[in-house]
């Protein structure tokens, strides 16, 4: 799937098939399932759902100046072309498609280790405020509204792709628990 051109009604839609998709793969699994992984460098289950909680609402804050009509303008959102080539940016360097490991922001970064099992619950509620606000951002013209990353000052780019951002970024980490749950050593 290409997420650089998706529309927002196709972004509202893949958000909504990542939260049935989240249920039906994690729901079911115990504390310890969502706490396992294969060694202390890798994240488990429960610290890839958290760092989505995490993300996901700092670029939902984000987006509620938007909603509201009260995001103030900022120097950088305004230079012609660079939210276009931030977004473009985030969007494959953040979606499932890419190999390279990259580090999380310390404001995004899950808990060290035992993740509460509550995890998938707090996911598919804060997955249900994002739609929300997607929904919300319809008659604001998405496309054109300018906001700056909750994780770097200097990156601009439209709440559109923000949009695109938070479900291309849901679906690699997604994956990624699910290359976690696929592993012989996994708890059954």
Not at 46 to 65: E, F
């Amino acid at each position: 799937m290409d997420y650089t051109s998706l529309l927002l009604p196709d972004v509202i839609a893949e958000a909504e098939a990542i939260a049935a998709d989240a249920e039906r793969t994690f729901a079911a699994l115990s504390p310890e399932q969502l706490n396992w992984k294969p060694d202390a460098s890798q994240w488990s289950v429960g610290q890839c759902l958290d760092h989505l909680i995490q993300t996901d609402s700092r670029i939902g804050a984000a987006l509620d100046g938007v909603i509201t009509d009260t995001k103030p303008s900022r120097f950088a959102e305004r230079i012609p072309g660079l939210p276009g080539f931030f977004g473009r940016l985030m969007v494959k360097s953040l979606g499932p498609q890419v190999t390279r490991k990259m580090k999380a922001p310390a404001a995004a970064t899950p808990a060290a280790s035992d993740v509460p099992a509550d995890v998938v619950i707090r996911f598919l509620a804060n997955h249900d405020q994002t739609i929300e606000r997607m929904r919300a951002l319809e008659s604001k013209h998405p496309e054109r509204a300018i906001i700056t990353s909750p994780f770097a000052g200097v990156v601009v780019y439209s709440a559109l792709d923000a949009c695109r951002i938070v479900v291309a970024h849901d679906r690699r980490h997604m994956a990624q628990a699910e290359r976690v749950m696929g592993l012989p050593e996994f708890p059954r």
